[in-house]
């Protein structure tokens, strides 16, 4: 029992992550009908960003902090200086932002050797509930996420930036003729996506250490989530999200690691074959 239970409390916590990731691109997917095949890059530089405050000698959680804002500072330089002049042709956006992820990628290497580097947590202590030990940061990590769940809910569904979001992605040409700023709207979604993929980053680091290949396995499971649940709403890449998160981390207990990633690569294939748009239809947020 005391193993099944820190099973379990595994699962959700790494499911947590892949929900934080697959937010940020399912918005920037929903937003710019683009996959920014980058985002798994800015997971890895909000490790980064976390790695770079440690390595100055100043508090692990500080850089927890700054990891989203530089993110979105990073996302809103990217999306104003490029990758908003191939929107109207996706596809060399999302070869852009794939090739904007391998120089991320090879520059962290770069800049670390090659290394896997130790980052400890804010929180080091468990939790004893019922006699099985739950690390104290990972409950940390189910707490952030709720929170920051229900706060991107409240304002795409509560505020008036919300249902400019939402107008602007229902139908551009009518939001813009009613003088919303749809470049303005574009722009502040993407950086929101990408302090979502630093704020990913950062919580995980201390769990999988810093490599430079550690974004590719969020984006892989991302890109899945989004897949799977569907373009358009907030609750399917969410749904999405819990599915391959709880696959991704449940397999493994029972089978391979190789084997536990191709089942579940092949158990989102057979879904999306039957339900092309996701689980959830895109309708409203």
Known sequence: MDAALNALFEIL????????????????????????????????????????????????????????????LIGLVLERLAIRRFYAVPIVAMLGTYALGIIIRE??????????????????ASLVIGGVQLPEWRIAILVITALVMAGSYLLL??????LR????????????????STDRIYAISFAFGSALAGLAGALVVPIFSLFADLGLRFLI????????GGVGTFV???????????L???????????????LVFVIAI??????PGGLISRGRV
């Open 270 to 275: 057979v879904i999306v074959k039957f339900r």
């Open 107 to 124: 520059t962290v290497r770069m800049l670390i050797g090659g290394l896997y580097v130790s980052i400890p947590a804010p929180l080091v």
């Open 236 to 246: 399917g890449p969410v749904a999405g999200a819990g599915i391959i998160g709880v």
């Open 248 to 262: 991704s981390a449940a397999l493994p207990w029972a089978i391979s690691p190789v084997l536990a990633d191709v």
């Open 221 to 228: 499971q991302g890109f899945l989530a989004v897949m799977l």
């Open 13 to 72: 916590s790494f499911g947590a992550i892949i929900v934080l990731v697959v937010l940020g691109l399912g918005i920037i997917a929903s937003m710019m009908g683009i996959f920014n095949f980058a985002h798994g890059e800015f997971v890895l530089l909000g490790a980064y960003t976390t790695y770079l405050f440690y390595s100055w000698g100043l508090p692990v959680w500080l850089g927890m902090l700054a990891a989203p804002f530089v993110l979105a």
């Open 165 to 180: 979001m939402r107008a602007a992605l229902e139908n551009p040409a009518l939001a813009r003729a009613s003088g919303i």
């Open 157 to 162: 569904t509560r505020t008036s930036f919300g």
